[in-house]
């Protein structure tokens, strides 16, 4: 599940360009490099280009169509989703050219994104109307999506008659006084007790993986795990076994998804491992659930052969300790959309999962289902709101029980943000009979107060550590991200006054040599000048220029086309904290690039 990231904002400056062969051929160039970036996943650096784009052809409705297709999926576009799809409807047409530069109409497929902007704004007469202008007009269009519109016409009536009821849950944020610390939280996993949480952190430069525990009624400082499970980059937490001890997590490669696994033992994780032939292949397998007595795992698979594009799969653990041939959950779960995320409860009796084709408020929202006594599954049951919205709802999970669910909520002061939520007095009458029903084959048990493993190692010690700052494209000012970074470098500057730290400028090679050493000085001294403001001395600072000379990724791919993220790794700045013991895990980014882009 491709988690969604800040990468780089571009502008074109100083450049005059008209409606002749030079401008042709530079509208050609950021269309098709906007085409990939959209394509690839990466809508924020799709959108820039895009609306710059619009700079040079302000009335080009195709681009108007893509930048409003971008901002859908955005977290926090939803109204300049709905700004650019309103003005790039005028001019849609059955002869729309696909992936044409040359293109300055939209397509028929306008008016679906047009009424899903409307939908995810709540306003559900007019997405209708764009909805059904959809099913007049794109007949012709792929029949996979036509009957999705169907379905999104009936999700808007349905979200309609939800939105007067009753939540039958609400939301506690869980590490509020940590929040500078957290700009946006996804994918909580928590153990069985209750005292282990386990959540993904996206912070401008690298996502990191952290765990924190309950002590009493309070949660510790979270601290980061990547080092010790081996992976970084597009790696996602899962699921958490019921003692808290196997992690279980997804990792993205460039063409699919695999489930490993790492295990904590001896005060420290272990290096995470795919888990077998079984359940990873040559597919993308994208979560799973374990049981509570780890013999059960609850998977997602886009293998062939299902009921639609990602179905959820069971497979069981044999006497080898192997997980056997898996099973698909059949069309009482799976339908021909995409199913995500399956969490199990303590007793294999209930499933929580998001569907794209239940009966939904929009998009994919939560539903639980019951299995029954004969071992099949009944139908689904949507959560409603506010767990449910008319976007896109992932990654419910309920816990072990029914006081521990844990839910990344959107943040009422930033809806770009996601925020870890304890779900509080949730309506569980109903499920509660069914985990009755399903434990009365067992003898009582006398409840066990399972100790919480020890996540707090022995603190290392480094005498070095490095970070990289982020800038726009020909900027020396610091941006959001950059301010994030530099105020976690300032605290720890600050926590160790016998350390100093070095500030080497960086930027991609666009624009004449001597430029870009002067912008790489402009970049240092701006974040100098920051930390001097916070209360670190001058002479605890040492700044260089390199400019567009020792880059950490490729400008140009081997082939001569562009690389956009790796001159957007390169328009940095390496600030090396040095000097004296300093601790280990570090909040601070560090410094990442892909292989394909070294």
């Not at 490099?33 to 040079?56: I, P, W």
């Not at 944020?173 to 069985?192: A, K, M, Q, R, T």
């Not at 399956?342 to 539903?367: K, R």
């Not at 509660?432 to 066990?448: L, M």
């Amino acid at each position: 599940m491709r988690i969604l990231r800040h990468f780089f904002v571009f502008v074109l400056i100083g450049i005059s360009l008209t409606l002749s062969g030079q401008y042709t051929k530079e509208f050609k160039r950021l269309f098709h490099d906007a085409s990939y970036l959209l394509e690839s996943g990466f809508y924020e650096e799709a959108y820039n280009r895009y609306k710059n784009l619009l700079t040079l052809d302000p009335g080009n409705c195709n681009i108007l169509f893509h930048c409003g297709v971008s901002c859908l999926s955005i977290q926090g576009n939803e109204l300049e989703a709905l700004t650019h799809l309103k003005k790039a409807v005028k001019c849609a047409t059955p002869d729309y050219k696909n992936n044409s530069p040359d293109e300055s109409r939209s397509p028929i497929l306008t008016y679906f994104m047009l009424g899903k902007a409307y939908h995810l704004n709540y306003e559900f007469d007019q997405a209708v109307e764009n909805y059904e202008k959809y099913l007049e007009f794109g007949g012709d269009e792929d029949p996979l999506q036509v009957d999705f519109a169907r379905l999104q016409i009936e999700a808007c009536a349905r979200a309609d008659s939800l939105m007067d009821h009753q939540p039958s849950f609400e939301f506690q944020s869980v590490l509020d006084h940590f929040d500078e610390y957290l700009p946006s939280c996804s994918n909580p996993v928590i153990s069985g007790n209750g005292n282990t949480l386990i959540f993904l952190v996206d912070y401008p430069a690298d996502k990191k993986i952290m765990i924190t525990t309950r002590k009493g009624e309070f949660w510790t400082k979270p601290r980061v795990i990547n080092n010790e499970i081996g992976m970084v980059g597009e790696t996602y937490p899962v699921s958490l076994s019921y003692d808290g001890k196997d992690l279980y997590l997804a990792h993205e490669y460039y063409s699919h998804s695999d489930i490993l696994v790492s295990t904590y033992e001896e005060g420290t994780w272990s290096r995470a491992k795919a888990l077998g032939g079984n359940i990873n292949g040559r597919t993308s397998e994208t979560h799973a659930s374990i049981s509570k007595d780890g013999t059960k795992l609850y998977f997602t698979s886009d293998t062939r052969g299902g009921i639609g594009s990602m179905d959820i799969y069971v497979s069981a653990l044999n006497g080898k300790g192997e997980w056997g041939v898996p099973k698909n959950l059949g069309p009482a779960i799976n339908t021909m959309y995409e199913e995500h995320t399956p969490f199990i409860s303590s007793n294999d009796s209930i499933l929580f999962f998001s569907s794209q084709g239940h009966a939904s408020m929009g998009g994919t929202d939560v539903f639980y289902s019951k299995l029954g006594a004969d071992g099949t599954w009944g139908e689904p049951v949507s959560l409603g709101a506010p767990v449910n919205t008319t976007g896109e709802d992932l990654f419910f999970n309920p816990g072990w029980n029914e006081l521990d669910g844990v839910y990344a909520v959107r943040k009422e002061d930033d809806p770009s943000s996601n925020a870890i939520n304890m779900v509080i007095e949730l309506d569980y009458e109903a499920l509660a009979s069914v985990e009755e029903e399903a434990d009365t084959t067992e003898e009582e048990e006398t409840p066990v107060d399972i100790e919480p493993p020890i996540v707090i190692p022995v603190v290392e010690v480094v005498t070095e550590l490095l970070t990289s700052i982020p800038f726009d494209f020909a900027k020396y000012t610091l941006n959001i991200e950059a301010r994030l970074e530099v105020k976690i470098m300032a605290e720890l500057l600050l926590d160790h006054p016998e350390t100093v730290v070095t500030l080497t400028g960086h930027t991609d090679a666009t624009g004449p040599s001597d430029y870009n050493m002067l912008l790489s000085m402009q970049r240092v001294d701006q974040i100098a000048e920051y930390l001097e403001s916070k209360g670190i001395a001058k002479s605890r600072i040492k700044l260089k220029g390199n400019g567009e000379e020792s880059p950490i990724a490729w400008d140009n791919y081997p082939n001569g086309k562009a690389a956009p993220l790796g001159r957007y790794l390169n328009r940095h700045v390496i600030a090396t904290v040095s000097g004296g013991p300093l601790p280990t895990p570090s909040i601070m980014s560090g410094v990442y690039v892909p292989r394909s882009l070294r």
